[in-house]
């Protein structure tokens, strides 16, 4: 019996809703032996995952608040991978975006006494996309300029930017009325972004929503688009069809960054209302897999966004609930991600097994060939 | 400066740069092949939980090395088999690698403890410098260089054998024809398949082996994030080794002194804040890659394998 893989003419569309799907399930399959194995029961563990994400009004609005960073920085991610820019550096343009708005919440009324507050957060707003962009730049710059890999670039970003987030507000942002506790003091209530009530759901969850809506416009309806996807596909034919590769390396990291940055506003200024420790808890990371997941697709990563925030904030219950570690999720996610990438073979190829029943005709000239897959 | 505070300034360096020594050299046969393995920093968090976990219930230092080693050999043979066999993107599988990894770790180390209760905390056995007689009472090197535990002695000799290994003999040709040039490779009998899984689990093995270095030997015990970006930094290393694994040398004694400098300074109680000063391996990271990459750039060198990161499929022409 031979099992050979076979190139398709055609990219699977059934493949393409399949595989995501059917990784979730192995991924759960393959988490459960780690819980088995370590001594706690996978049907008990994965129902109270479920019913701590989905199962209340409650629970479904923690799950949109987690939502929101990670669909705004997997929308981020995505734009970066479709042109096969690694950009993992999603974590540290949030922290940027979250010490921006911070700043501006913080200090800029007292620098200008007259501005308006209304304006207060239109401002941080913007300072926070500002921040998380010049932080994605920085690689694209490093990238187009002088050719350095930008997957270690981006990296190392996030722990330089999360060391100085931490620098903030251990030292010199530290409130002095906060007993000891890391973090600034509250920002004025100007600075707080609006909640739907009796939910800590904000303003957030529109922002994402209207990026998924602009960003999917823009990559399949504009020139721009279609260049970022030429890129991603082949950078050569990009090149000989005249398509500048520095100009939109700097591009898609500007708007990465700042969409990353987007997110880093809505945590300080929709949920912690400072800047406080806890802003980078791994959202940066769990975009790349919402963005792998999503299949680098604006609509695909909103679900999958909603999806793994359900994922995350099971894992926090069952921490609380069976006193088990909250990491379970994290390795759900890493397992969801390597069954998708072994399934997203079969959206390219089809496998075919022959079984033998019809002979290859023998070639006594030539020596065997090997039995390679 | 006086003796004492180079000999103890060199002896920190290269315990700090023993665990990335292993990582890079376990990339760069890793890349040698023609794999690009991302998962470095999940594969050492990993070997350092087991490592720790094993020598802990064992009371055995090198069952700990042991378990690591299959743990990261284990790992490493996913990625293997995402990147080989099914030829998916292997910069996702790595970092899916690490996020694995990484999740698994803390998790691991929050159940392998004393009857389920977590590791944090908890004294297991280690491996202690030992002097070497005789090397021992040469000046400044006798209580750095030769004042070192087992895993960093082994080094010493895994290094020079590597490159002889790699650079010298044939399965190290064959090693370098599958990563420069798969179809050639191929064409002259040579199993690719089956060499880029040798050379990614045994890259796996290594890597894993600088975890537990960490968890064993330079910082004993196991908290959570223990390996700290390391495997990162040894990814950094690997480029500036040009994927040559004396040169990796050079970059690890590089990163294991900023270590030892940062820990002076702390030592010393300066002013400047300890979040700055652990910036710097960091920044650092980043300012050397710059230049490397810039300074090759000038020389027109490549040197990375020339298939790097590419799937190879026999039946398909590129």
Redesign the interface.
Known sequence: MRIR?E?RLKPSRAAGILVPLISLILALAFGGL?LLA??ANPLVTYKAMAVGAFGSRYAISETLVKAIPLILCGLGVAVAFRMRF?N?GAEGQLAMGGFAAAWVALFLPGLLPDLPPKWLLPLMIVAGMLAGAVWGLIPAL?RAF????E???T???N??AI??I??LF??PWRDPKGYGFPGTAPFPQEAWLPRYPGTRVHLGLVFAIVAAIVLWLVLTRTKWGYEVRVIGENPRAARYAGISLWRNFLLVMLVSGALAGLAGVGEVAGISHRLQKGLTVGYG??A??VA?MGQLNPWGVVLVGILLAGLLVGGDQIQITMRL?A?????????I??FM??G??FNQYRLRVDVGLRRRPVRPTLPAE?G?? | MTIALITSILWVTIRAGTSLLYATIGEILTERAGILNLGVEGIMIVGAVTGFAAAFHTKQVWVGVGVAMLAGAVMASIHAFLSVSLRAEQVVSGLALTIFGTGLANYLGQRLGPNGAPLVGMVGPKFTPVSLPGLADIPILGKSVFNQDVLTYATYLLVPLLWYFVNRTRPGLHLRAVGENPQTADAMGVHVAGIRYFYTIVGGMLIALGGAHLSLAYTPGWTEGLTAGRGWIAVALVIFATWDPVRAVVGAILFGGINAVQFRMQAAGTTIPAAFLNMLPYAFTIVVLVLITWWEGIRKRVGAPGALGLPYAREEKR
Do not use: C, D, H, K
């Open positions: 893989l190139r780690i370590t001594g690694w993992i490093l002088v050719g350095v890999n997957v270690i670039t990296l190392m970003m722990y330089i060391l100085w931490e620098y251990y030292g990371y769990t790349i897999i792998w570690p990491a379970v999720a994290l390795v759900l996610q890493g397992a991600l390597f990438l072994g997203v073979l090997g390679e897959s």
